[in-house]
Nanobody
Framework: QVQLVESGGGLVQAGGSLRLSCAAS????????MAWYRQAPGKQRELVAY???????KYADSVKGRFTISRGNAENTMYLQMDSLKPEDTAVYYC?????????WGQGTQVTVSS
């Protein structure tokens, strides 16, 4: 089993920055990839950014150039640096680990961007 805990969410003004963290525990070997998703009220959950174990990254068009996904020195950590935040970035942000074909999700952290 894998347990994920997100942190770093909060309230920020438009144009500001936040850094989200995701810490994994449990069976964290043989991870295939890690990702950040978000879900705004009334909308479907969407992929924000993905990072493979080899370091390849992928971003949603809406966040390209503003968000940066990275992994920590420890294999069990992942970050999302969010700059130039916009009100439309307001959502609950979730981290996900793909391990041996299965998805593991965190509980989410709220990010609210005021105009």
């Amino acid at each position: 089993q894998v347990q994920l805990v997100e942190s770093g969410g909060g309230l920020v003004q438009a144009g500001g920055s936040l850094r989200l963290s995701c810490a994994a525990s449990g069976s964290i070997s043989r991870i295939n990839g890690m990702a950040w998703y978000r879900q705004a009220p009334g909308k479907q959950r969407e992929l924000v950014a993905y990072i493979a174990t080899v370091g390849t990254t992928k971003y949603a068009d809406s966040v390209k150039g503003r968000f940066t996904i990275s992994r920590g020195n420890a294999e069990n950590t992942m970050y999302l640096q969010m700059d130039s935040l916009k009100p439309e970035d307001t959502a609950v942000y979730y981290c996900k680990i793909i391990r041996q074909g299965l998805d593991y999700w965190g509980q989410g952290t709220q990010v609210t961007v005021s105009s």
